[in-house]
């Protein structure tokens, strides 16, 4: 037996987010509260989509696909590794892709959701941090990137992903702090792009970051074990 449902679980953590975003004078109506559900099966899904979960977040394929089409009333992120040959079926069933980092994916993401009739929204993941163990794009090699991917009207960039160094809460709201700096700095750079959703989003925080990711400007926080682990407290 779970010591605590996981409708229990998501109730009780989107009141605290709640309550996080207005200690930090944020409007709660402003952070997308995803449900990282990579761990777990439909049945888990379902019982967070009771209580409200209508976001979630799967880093494989397989996942997505699993469960996107259970759930399609939900908006569903794809927050892993991009393979290419996993490129179509990740187009056909992400709402949102949080992980593009290499213009080679951003091409077949294009070219994919062009034969779609959709366009693809993405954010571009950065290595804040500069771990080795870390996948994103340096810092200083967002803006070429941002620009290339500017060129390809299958994708819209809404904004951008980090994932913090685990285990020091200094150090995560550092890495926070810089995403937020690099995504003021590149949208007032690209005054051309007057779609409000353009550069609009931070995606970063999970199960023990997330209140530093609010509190740093996140607009979307991913949290898994939080939710569905019975164990994390
Ligand atoms: C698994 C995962 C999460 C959620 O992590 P938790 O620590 O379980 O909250 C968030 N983002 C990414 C990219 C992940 O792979």
């Given at each position: 037996m779970r010591k605590v449902s996981i409708q229990t679980r998501y109730e009780r953590l989107a009141a605290e987010i709640e309550s996080v975003c207005r200690e930090a004078g944020r409007d709660p109506d402003e952070v997308v509260f995803v449900a990282v559900s990579k761990t777990v099966g439909p049945d888990e899904v379902a019982q967070a989509a009771a209580a409200g979960a209508c976001n979630f977040g799967e880093n494989r394929p397989e996942g997505l696909l699993e469960k996107q089409p259970l759930f399609s009333d939900a908006a569903w992120h794809f927050i892993g590794n991009i393979q290419s040959r996993r490129i179509g079926d990740i187009v056909a069933h992400a709402d949102i892709v949080h992980s593009l980092y290499q213009q080679r994916h951003a091409d077949k993401i294009d070219a994919a959701a062009r034969a779609a009739g959709k366009v693809q929204d993405v954010l571009l993941e950065v290595n804040v941090s500069g771990e080795a163990s870390k996948s994103g794009l340096a810092p200083d090699a967002v803006e070429p990137m941002l620009a290339h991917c500017l060129a390809l009207p299958g994708l819209r960039v809404r904004g951008l992903m980090t994932m913090a160094p685990q285990g020091d809460l200094q150090r995560a709201k550092a890495s926070f702090g810089g995403l937020r700096e690099l995504r003021d700095r590149l949208k007032s750079a690209?005054?051309?792009?007057?779609?409000?959703?353009?550069?609009?989003?931070l995606s970063m925080g999970m199960s023990e970051d997330w209140r530093e990711g609010i509190a740093a400007g996140a607009t979307i926080v991913r949290i898994g074990r939080a939710v569905f682990d019975d164990a994390f407290e």
């Open positions: 690209h005054p051309e792009c007057d779609d409000p959703a353009f550069m609009h989003d």
